[in-house]
């Protein structure tokens, strides 16, 4: 039986008949929202979304759902502890719209130095206003803070220090491959910022980071950019933030974003003459979307063909495992099953399992991390094998 995939979110028709090609069946509905996915998804192998909301309910309603691939960066729209708990592989397709996130970004940060919307809403309206325009301060020599310098972060940094700015940084990880000054503390980077940018994923962690608290480390008259996600900014303390400060903002993302392509939207944001807000488009760019698309039946055609999840999110970055157990042995029938036996009968976890073969096929070499350790009479037991060559057992 074919492997079917549900791409429920707009996707290039070239992919879609790559896609069809690897002799898949594919149904491509991309006008699905949140609350159609779980009987839409029910009966699927490989959704793909890319800011359509998969939530437990779906997640929870499928029958045969093994993976799901996020065309895009963030995942904070698949709902990964349910994933996690039935065993399904959750991918995402990273930096592959760095750049056209990062475009997005610069687009911003002039359009809010240069003012470029209100000139063209009032050109649009019948009034000339070159006095009122005319005071952009110029971006040469200003400071840029960015903060989250991952793929997007980079392609920015890049991008401002060609426009000859001080580019400082901050992330949880040393920064690498782009030179910029890596500020460890944010009461010490944002003061000195003339512009701030965002890209940060949404975690525990960065969920209402920039409130109050890091605006009043921020300069009056600042601008701040967010093309990340919403949930990184106290909408309140933002607003209060722009009266006290008279900061001018740049948003991508916002509360209460509207999960369909086209519609109404009602936000507080509206009348706020010091903000800007575009309609999500940051990964929008034909490159970036065919560039994601790519990636996404890379992603497939790897997992169909070998079994392999390139990007996979939910796998455990640390587990309970504490001893390493590594079993060389002849590769014959029941010898594997022996070995585990032991380790059953001594009810020890296994919690990573690999199991090498040599060149030739004679011997290999099975590597296992337990949660406790394998008793001396266990591995007596294990050695006395025929078929085992050596056993050796450490702390990890
Ligand atoms: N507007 C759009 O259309 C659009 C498009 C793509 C991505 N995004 C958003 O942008 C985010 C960033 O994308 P990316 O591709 O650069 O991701 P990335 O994973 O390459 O980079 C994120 C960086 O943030 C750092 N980080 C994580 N938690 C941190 C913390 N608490 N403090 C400091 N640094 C921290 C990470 O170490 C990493 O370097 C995505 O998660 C997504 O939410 C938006
Ligand atoms: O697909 C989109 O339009 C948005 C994608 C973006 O938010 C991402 O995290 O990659």
Request: glycine share 6%; proline share 4%; hydrophobic share 40%.
């Amino acid at each position: 039986m074919k492997l079917k995939v549900l791409i429920a979110d707009k996707f290039p028709e070239k992919y879609i008949q790559e896609l069809k090609d690897l002799d898949l069946e594919v149904i491509y509905e991309p006008k699905l929202g949140e609350n159609d996915l779980p009987k839409a998804a029910e009966d699927v192998d490989i959704l793909v979304v890319r800011s359509t909301v998969v939530n437990e309910e779906t997640i929870n309603n499928s029958k045969k759902l093994n993976l799901i691939i996020r065309a895009g960066s963030g995942v904070n729209n698949i709902a990964i502890s349910a994933a996690n708990k039935k065993g399904i592989y959750v991918a995402n397709c990273p930096g592959m719209n760095a750049v056209a996130v990062a475009e997005l970004t610069i687009g911003l940060m002039i359009a809010l130095d240069r003012f470029i919307p209100d000139n063209v809403a009032d050109f649009r309206n019948g009034i000339w206003n070159k006095d009122k325009y005319s005071k952009g301060k110029g971006l040469k020599g200003k400071t840029l803070g960015i903060i989250g310098v991952g793929n997007i972060g980079k392609e920015v940094a890049k991008r401002a220090l060609a426009f000859e700015m001080n580019v400082y940084g901050k992330d949880i990880s040393r920064i690498e491959g782009v030179q910029i000054k890596d500020f460890s503390e944010m009461d010490q980077l944002l003061p000195l910022c003339d512009i701030v940018t965002i890209h940060l994923p949404a975690t525990p962690q960065t969920k209402g980071l920039f409130n109050k608290q890091m605006f009043s480390y921020m300069k009056n008259g600042a601008y701040l950019i967010n093309t990340s996600r919403h949930d990184i900014i106290v909408e309140e303390d933002l607003l209060e933030a722009i009266k006290e400060k008279n900061l001018r903002v740049a948003l991508d993302v916002f509360k209460g974003e509207p999960e369909g392509k086209s519609g109404e939207v009602k936000s507080p944001l509206q009348n706020n003459p010091n903000i800007y807000v575009t309609h999500h488009i940051g990964a929008s760019t034909e490159q970036a979307q065919d560039a994601v698309a790519e990636e996404t039946v890379r992603i497939i055609k790897h997992y169909v063909h070998s079994g392999v999840i390139d990007h996979w999110v939910n796998r455990a970055k640390v587990t309970d495992a504490k001893y390493q157990l590594v079993v060389k042995h002849y590769d014959k029938p029941g010898v594997l099953a022996s070995v585990l036996d032991v380790i059953r009968q001594g009810n020890i976890n296994i919690e990573e399992i690999e199991n090498i073969i040599f060149e030739g096929g004679i011997a290999a070499c099975c590597t296992m991390k337990l949660k406790l350790p394998a008793t001396a009479e266990m591995l007596k037991q294990i050695s006395e094998n025929p078929n085992v060559i050596s056993v050796s057992h450490v702390e990890i």
